[in-house]
């Protein structure tokens, strides 16, 4: 730890008010650093703004469509219970009144409200310039005398006066959410195609859609080469293996060797991370969806620590609140990094036992049930204590054994 007089305050821009954005605004605030934080919608919530609009193009690949940020559709409820949502001290806790969601899995708009709520709460939202898109970040050159964290330059546009901005900052944490672009499942097909979501929320739609549509068919690489199950609780809902291919008249071939005559064909294949606006002469590639190379999923160690990543999750917000204060804390040189080369050794040393494995680059940042050893190791960088009364790990646990409420994951 550094002594209290080495402590310093950075200017701080942070991309995006979703909830990474936000509780890291607030982190960094704590921490005494000056912040500004850049939104290019309207409001604060990122993904949890709910709008009607869909994009022209459905696979959402023309760089040319009017991108709908969210990807939160109607009948949308959380997968996770609410009690692992909230941050340490602002719970998600049930709110009183005609327009709040009581329940344990609430709708989307209930998340949307109590992002709202921490923003005024903490009074996050003067610190944000809404509408305003960073078209561009790129490292400036080192003027700081020496004190070993480079600077950055964040160029802006405010969408209404068009202005646009070009500014110095210490440090930039970048909080722009990852479902925007989508990954394809390579399927020659004449059939409808559209993408929405992740496998999670595939295998919610799906059993939404199963309530109206003939029959609904449900492929996926988890399931062994020979699944053809009948889903409980709805006669019209199949789970298959792969598909192995789509043939001309729209007829889908699944590796178990049934054959399906299909109207529409969904990808729920997850999205890309794309940093098109970060320039990192290199530094930090997106390679088959491996964010690289980022220590602790957060600091890429060549530029470390004036950039930083917040997201990738299993539980999000509890996570993004630590890694929050984690890069809070660094940047003021309260805690220490260890040096380049261990980081970047470490680095190492993880993808050569995910290769191990046989787990594809696209999983590096899927940190599964190691979700919660990660979040051990940043609580005990912050000298905070997990456990807050409900253990994220308990409930976890809980509504995975009782399949939840909701049904959902
Ligand atoms: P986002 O919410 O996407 O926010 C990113 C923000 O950055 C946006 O507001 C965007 O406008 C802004 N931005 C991006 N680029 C720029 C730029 N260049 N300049 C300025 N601003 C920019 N999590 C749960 O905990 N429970 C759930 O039940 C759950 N269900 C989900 C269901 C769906 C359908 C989806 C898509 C996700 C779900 N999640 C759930 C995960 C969810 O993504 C996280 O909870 C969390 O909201 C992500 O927050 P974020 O801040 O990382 O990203």
Redesign the pocket.
């Known amino acids: 730890m550094a002594s209290s007089t080495s402590i310093k305050s950075r200017h701080v821009a942070v ?7 936000l509780v890291a605004a607030r982190e960094l605030r704590r921490e005494g650093h000056s912040v500004v934080v ?4 309207k409001q604060v919530g ?3 703004i709910y709008t009607d609009h869909v994009e022209s193009d459905q696979l959402s690949v023309d760089p040319t469509r009017i991108v709908v ?1 969210s ?2 559709y109607d009948s ?1 409820r ?3 219970p609410r009690e692992c ?1 909230g941050f340490r001290d602002f719970p998600f806790a049930i709110r009183s009144g005609e327009s709040r969601d009581q329940r344990r899995f609430p709708s989307h708009g209930e998340v949307l409200a109590y992002l709202q709520d921490f923003g005024k709460e903490f009074g996050i939202e003067e610190l944000i310039r809404f509408e ?3 078209v561009r970040g790129s490292p400036a050159a080192k003027i700081d005398g020496g004190e070993g964290i480079g600077k950055w330059r964040i160029e802006s546009t405010e969408k209404e006066k068009k202005i646009h901005c070009d500014e110095i900052y210490d440090a930039v944490v970048v ?3 990852h ?1 925007i672009e989508p990954r394809l499942a390579e399927i020659p097909a004449i059939t409808i195609v559209f993408h929405n ?2 496998k999670i ?1 595939g295998d919610d739609i799906s059993r939404d859609i199963a309530g109206f549509a003939k029959e609904v068919h449900v492929a996926s690489w988890s399931n062994p080469a020979d699944t053809y199950i009948k889903q409980t609780g709805h006669p019209n809902l199949w789970m298959h293996s792969m598909i192995e291919r789509v043939l001309e008249n729209g007829s889908v071939v699944f590796q178990n060797g049934k054959t399906v005559l299909a109207h529409v064909i969904m990808h729920s294949t997850g999205y890309k991370y794309d940093f098109s ?1 970060l320039d990192t002469n290199g530094s930090v590639t997106v390679d088959d969806n491996r964010v690289g190379p980022l220590y602790k999923h957060i600091f890429p160690p060549p530029l470390a620590p004036s950039l930083s990543f917040v ?1 990738y ?1 299993v ?3 509890p996570m993004f609140e630590l890694q929050s204060k984690w890069i809070a804390g660094v940047l003021s040189g309260r805690i220490m990094l260890p040096s380049k080369e261990d980081m970047l050794m470490e680095i190492k040393n993880l993808y050569a036992t995910l290769e191990g494995e046989g787990i594809p680059k696209r999983y590096t940042h899927s940190l599964g049930i190691n979700h919660f050893e990660y979040n051990d190791w940043l609580a005990s960088q912050i000298w905070v204590l997990r456990n807050r009364g409900v253990e994220e790990r308990d409930v976890f646990d809980e509504f995975h054994e009782e399949d939840g409420e909701s049904g959902d994951v």
Do not use: K
């Open positions: 991309i995006g008010a979703g909830a990474a954005g850049f939104e290019r919608q990122g993904t949890w940020h990807s939160v949308l959380t997968n996770l949502m305003t898109t960073v909080c722009n959410g479902y979501l992740s929320s606006f997201g999750h539980i999000p917000f």
